[in-house]
């Protein structure tokens, strides 16, 4: 099977099911000489982990992360990275009835057709428990991107189905378990998560991830592009469903005077672009919104087809996150991470003794200045 692997100078290949003894991944490229340790990886692991609350899939797993290689006496040695988290409460017997049909809006169909086989246990290879390894690669990637760069990467929840919750405070989003910015919409997010849970269905959500730090030239105008790359990063997280970068959509009704952020000696003045001009970055906030679809996995029985073309109803069984927008935010961060430490390795290996002429001005000019 072909496209286990994320980047090429700092390369992040997967391996695993999610009910097979364990899941990993192997990070080739890691600069040396940085200090490592599981205390690096496993906050944001542990942000991600199922069974957080009663909001998300009840299995239960720690996530713990082992360091198999690539790190002495605390350090990377610029060899290959293994990490490891074992599978410990897998419960194959809850897809018993998927062996043989398939669910509607899931992988199972497609993935069947193209492999003439599948692993119906949790959707194998095809499972989300999959971006558990991405997360631990990106807790590595974003130490480097802030010890070397300054970089910091951060997302929230912004809509839960039909709900908006508007940006609040960054220091609300890791007091509740939907990474909301507004800490005093989560009564009304919680109500809406019971009763769709009562109902058996799931629904989708909105994330919103961005970088601040980033420096300014990372990318290249044509097929390496700084923003491709980050929607490609982005689109391959299960059930991703449509990615923007600045103004994404919103800049079909915009006029270019209102569109294209103006420079000052102070700054530039908004940031309509993302972050990223001509897929180069520009030294402003990468700012990337993900659209998550609701979950395939559900108690509502459904129309579908068992593997010998007959009719079929389809209920699944288990336990499933009715939202897998809600354990999202540290994922998108992670994929953001691994796209931007890809750049600024590639842009140190071409263009690391480049010097304009032109000091870089500010991300975002102040306010009193324009």
């Known amino acids: 099977m072909a496209g286990n692997t994320l980047g090429r100078l700092f390369a992040v290949t997967t391996f695993g099911e999610s009910h097979g003894p364990a899941i990993g991944c192997v990070i080739d490229g890691c600069p040396p000489g940085m200090a490592l340790d599981v205390g690096d990886i496993q906050p944001d692991l542990d942000r991600r982990r199922p069974g957080t609350s009663r909001h998300v899939t009840q299995r239960q797993e720690a996530d713990a992360v082992e360091i198999l290689?690539?790190?002495?006496?605390?350090?990377?040695?610029?060899?290959?990275?293994?990490?490891?988290?074992?599978?410990?409460?897998?419960?194959?017997?809850?897809?018993?009835?998927?062996?043989?049909?398939?669910?509607?809006?899931?992988?199972?169909?497609?993935?069947?057709?193209?492999?003439?086989?599948?692993?119906?246990?949790?959707?194998?290879?095809?499972?989300?428990?999959?971006?558990?390894?991405?997360?631990?690669?990106?807790?590595?990637?974003?130490?480097?991107?802030?010890?070397?760069?300054?970089?910091?990467?951060?997302?929230?929840?912004?809509?839960?189905?039909?709900?908006?919750?508007?940006?609040?405070?960054?220091?609300?989003?890791?007091?509740?378990?939907?990474?909301?910015?507004?800490?005093?919409?989560?009564?009304?997010?919680?109500?809406?998560?019971?009763?769709?849970?009562?109902?058996?269905?799931?629904?989708?959500?909105?994330?919103?991830?961005?970088?601040?730090?980033?420096?300014?030239?990372?990318?290249?105008?044509?097929?390496?592009?700084?923003?491709?790359?980050?929607?490609?990063?982005?689109?391959?997280?299960?059930?991703?469903?449509?990615?923007?970068?600045?103004?994404?959509?919103?800049?079909?009704?915009?006029?270019?005077?209102?569109h294209g952020d103006e420079l000052t000696p102070a700054g530039f003045v908004g940031n309509e672009a993302g972050g990223v001009l001509g897929g180069i970055s520009t030294g402003q906030d990468i700012r990337v919104s993900l659209a998550i679809k609701p979950t395939s996995s559900i108690r509502i029985e459904r129309r579908s087809i068992d593997r010998q073309g007959h009719p079929q109803h389809v209920q699944t069984l288990g336990r499933h996150d009715p939202c897998v927008g809600i354990r999202a935010t540290p994922i998108a961060e992670a994929m953001l991470a691994l796209v931007l430490i890809e750049h600024c390795l590639l842009h140190r290996a071409q263009c690391a003794d480049v010097d304009s002429g032109l000091a870089p001005i500010a991300a975002q000019a102040p306010a009193g200045a324009v």
């Not at 509607?104 to 086989?117: I, N, T």
């Not at 508007?166 to 009304?188: C, L, T």
């Open 69 to 258: 290689s690539g790190v002495f006496e605390g350090v990377t040695t610029g060899t290959p990275i293994a990490l490891l988290i074992r599978n410990q409460d897998a419960r194959s017997r809850d897809y018993g009835n998927l062996a043989d049909t398939f669910r509607p809006g899931h992988a199972d169909y497609s993935y069947f057709q193209k492999y003439g086989l599948r692993d119906h246990r949790g959707g194998g290879r095809s499972s989300a428990r999959l971006t558990a390894p991405l997360v631990a690669a990106g807790a590595v990637a974003r130490k480097w991107l802030a010890e070397r760069h300054g970089v910091r990467i951060r997302g929230y929840l912004s809509q839960l189905g039909d709900i908006a919750v508007p940006f609040g405070r960054w220091e609300d989003v890791h007091q509740n378990p939907f990474f909301a910015a507004d800490i005093d919409r989560v009564p009304e997010l919680e109500a809406y998560m019971d009763a769709l849970r009562r109902e058996g269905d799931s629904i989708g959500a909105r994330i919103e991830v961005e970088a601040s730090g980033v420096p300014v030239g990372l990318g290249a105008p044509l097929y390496d592009r700084l923003d491709a790359d980050i929607a490609h990063a982005m689109m391959a997280i299960n059930a991703v469903r449509g990615v923007e970068i600045g103004a994404g959509f919103g800049a079909v009704t915009q006029k270019g005077s209102v």
